[in-house]
């Protein structure tokens, strides 16, 4: 009778524990398709595009995201070729269109298995917007530095423009080398050395520029400072072989080199020396002088781009100190031919004038009378010796103006007065030559402030200009005023008249259309030349008119009455 129970309690057990294998296994396939339910949340929730791909490049699964980075429904993907290589272990980006638009995403693939055969699992990010932010800062690092080296390129324009204009605006030798070492300081270098090279080849510092002013007593005495002229010096390397020196880290064997004596070097020590330049000025492959730019701060390294543009400026200092040395010998050679011409001509007026002394006792019949064929030789004398001394003053007038000797002697005029006086010096040559001579002026007076022996020089050379280059017709002088804006005067012929293309030369001293006509007519080529100074002198205006065949008429244009001017008076002879 025990069998049978204990089967039956062996068949219990064995119930009991199929219903407690079922309820594990359900609890099992509960918990699994709650992790697949989470799993395929997680998968489908992921911010990243997931692909599974099998062997043959089919889509096998594609997540939410893969459906919006694709711009395609999830059955649209479905057994869909992937249509991008797949490598595993690497991160690689594709490029693909989305709705249109081009996208970018960076890919990630794993080997795994799906359904019981190898698959690959790629993860792709959306990384568009990444690169468009990462391409818009680069832009911007490119617009940054653009505009970074437009702006330093117009600060050196600007420099270079400031540069010249200083440089140009005097012609003085050693200013112009001063001003060059004022520019640089402190836009180019912390301090500054101009070196000149004198007629006769040495090498000596013009200017050191430093902008502390406490520095000016150490800055003094490096100026002064000698320059072995044998010595190795990098200033006398660069000016002997054209080449610039670019250091951008000097060293004690190189201050040793800069410098003559210890107390050299420790000037410039004081000053601070961590970086170099030397630049020649070279004009007609002629070493005119050197430009030597120092850095005294480490921060602050000399590198090609400034060596370029030092070497810009070094010309432009070239072509001025070129042309200030030229002007200095134009000068010189100016000055002599004036002093000259004054010498000669006043030396030359004192025996001239006792020759016309003499021949006019001799018309007088001092000591003794003259004998009958005398008269006419002695008249000749006088008449020679009165045009030779017109000539030495047209000489001497021009030299002095040349020479800026002259000075304007203001004071308040009647202009007809002047006129009148002229006329009555010229009608007579105009009557003698068969010319008409003719005087037109208004009856109320014509008032002006100038020099009046000026404005009398002006029209009597104007109008003996006109009488010698008129064979027949007239002459006329005009004034009156030009519209209440000032006195104008007019001197009219009816010459030989001047062709168009020698009307810009007529003012050049000694210049003639004719040249031919000097010996017949005895002028110098100084008339015309004298006139446009004085007029200029006396703040007026001068032009001219001609035309080949039919006259000439010279305009003088002058200000009108300055009530702070005192008026000649009625009496005066002017």
């Known amino acids: 009778m025990k069998a049978p129970l204990d089967v ?11 219903m407690r294998l079922a309820s594990d296994l359900r609890r099992a396939q509960l918990d699994l398709e709650q992790s697949a339910r989470r799993f395929r949340d997680v998968i489908e929730r992921n911010a990243d ?41 690497e991160t690689t980006e594709i490029e693909l269109r989305s709705r249109g638009e081009p996208r970018t995403a960076e890919m990630r693939v794993v080997q795994s298995e799906w359904q019981g055969a190898t698959a690959y699992i790629a993860s792709l990010r959306d990384i568009t917007e990444r690169r468009r932010a990462e391409e818009n800062q680069r832009q911007l690092i490119r617009e940054h530095a653009a505009r970074t080296a437009a ?12 540069s010249s204009t200083a440089l140009a605006a005097s012609l003085d030798y050693d200013t112009t080398l001063s001003v060059l070492a004022r520019l640089c300081v402190p836009a180019m270098a912390d301090w500054a050395v101009v070196y000149s090279v004198d007629e006769k080849g040495q090498v000596r510092r013009l200017e050191v520029a430093h902008p502390d002013p406490s520095k000016t007593p ?6 002064g400072a000698t320059i072995d002229q044998g010595g190795p010096n990098p200033v006398l390397t660069a000016l002997r072989t054209r080449k610039s020196l670019l250091v951008p880290t000097t060293s004690a064997q190189l201050l040793e080199e800069f410098t003559e004596t210890p107390r050299q070097r420790a000037l410039v020590r004081d000053l601070g020396c961590e970086s170099l330049m030397i630049v020649p000025m070279i004009s007609h492959e002629h070493a005119l002088g050197a430009l030597a730019l120092v850095s005294a ?40 031919k004036t002093d000259f011409l004054a010498v000669v001509s006043h030396d030359l007026r004192t025996p001239l004038t006792a020759i016309l002394g003499y021949a006019d006792l001799l018309e007088l019949g001092v000591p003794d009378a003259l004998p009958p064929g005398a008269r006419q030789p002695i008249q000749r004398i006088q008449t020679s010796a009165k045009h030779l001394l017109y000539l030495l003053n047209e000489l001497l007038a021009f030299a002095r103006l040349d020479a800026s000797r002259e000075e304007a002697r203001l004071q308040k005029i009647d ?12 009608e007579p040559l105009a009557v003698a030559r068969a010319l008409g001579f003719h005087v037109d002026m208004p009856n109320d007076p014509v008032l002006t402030v100038t020099d009046p022996d000026k404005l009398r020089q002006i029209l009597l050379n104007l109008l003996g200009n006109a009488t010698k280059y008129t064979e027949r017709g007239h002459i006329s002088l005009e004034v009156d005023v030009a519209d209440g804006n000032g006195v104008r005067i007019r001197v009219r012929d009816t010459g030989v008249g001047i062709a168009p293309e020698h009307l810009s030369h007529i003012f050049e001293p000694f210049w003639q259309v004719d040249p031919t006509r000097r010996s017949r007519d005895g002028g110098t080529g100084l008339g015309l030349s004298v006139v446009q100074r004085l007029v200029g002198m006396l703040a007026g205006e001068l032009a001219v008119v001609s035309e080949p065949g039919v006259g000439t008429t010279f305009t003088v244009l002058l200000p009108l009455e300055d009530s702070r001017a005192p008026m000649a008076p009625e009496d005066s002879t002017t």
């Open 415 to 426: 202009v007809r007065d002047i006129g009148r006086e002229v006329a009555e010096v010229t």
């Open 297 to 336: 701060r480490p921060a602050r390294r000399f590198d090609e781009d400034d060596l370029a543009l030092a070497e810009d400026v070094a010309r432009r200092a070239a072509l001025a100190m070129e042309s200030a040395r030229l002007y200095e010998e134009a000068r010189r050679a100016n000055k002599g």
């Open 218 to 223: 150490i800055v003094q005495e490096l100026r």
């Open 8 to 18: 039956e309690a062996r068949l219990s057990d064995l119930a009991a524990e199929r």
């Open 49 to 89: 595009a997931i692909v599974v791909v099998d062997q043959d490049g089919t889509i096998r699964f594609a997540n939410a995201m893969a459906s919006k980075l694709f711009a395609a429904s999830h059955e649209d993907l479905l057994n869909k070729p992937f249509g991008f290589p797949l490598v595993t272990g």
């Open 151 to 162: 702006e330093d390129a117009a600060r050196r324009l600007r420099f270079l423009l400031d």
